[in-house]
Nanobody, 124 residues
Framework: QVQLVESGGGLMQAGGSLRLSCAAS????????MGWFRQAPGKEREFVAAISWSGDSIYYADSVKGRFTISRDNAKNALYLQMSSLKSEDTAAYYC?????????????????WGQGTQVTVSS
């Protein structure tokens, strides 16, 4: 099993930057593809970015491409999301998730483990 804890959320003005972190427990973190998802009030949870177990493959949602960067450090059991040029529409709870899959899964149903989420609020 993998337990995930996100941190780094907060209130930011539009155009600013934030870095989210996800700390994972367990010795098998490096075996999992990892993803970031977000959910705004009244909306479904949506895919943001994913990274393969090795870090060689990365995929972004079109809405964040060029602004967000996903990365991982398997030695530290950590996942990151660097967010830049933030927009008000980025406001949401952000979740990290782990999938015992090859490649870069983009659907919520492919992920087995989820963190509790961290809130990001962008004021315009």
């Amino acid at each position: 099993q993998v337990q995930l804890v996100e941190s780094g959320g907060g209130l930011m003005q539009a155009g600013g930057s934030l870095r989210l972190s996800c700390a994972a427990s367990g010795p098998t973190f490096r075996h999992y593809a990892m993803g970031w998802f977000r959910q705004a009030p009244g909306k479904e949870r949506e895919f943001v970015a994913a990274i393969s177990w090795s870090g060689d493959s990365i995929y972004y949602a079109d809405s964040v491409k060029g602004r967000f960067t996903i990365s991982r450090d398997n030695a530290k059991n950590a996942l990151y999301l660097q967010m830049s040029s933030l927009k008000s529409e980025d406001t949401a709870a952000y979740y990290c998730a782990a999938a015992f899959k090859v490649g870069v899964p983009t659907s919520t149903v492919q992920y087995s483990y989820w963190g509790q989420g961290t809130q990001v609020t962008v004021s315009s």
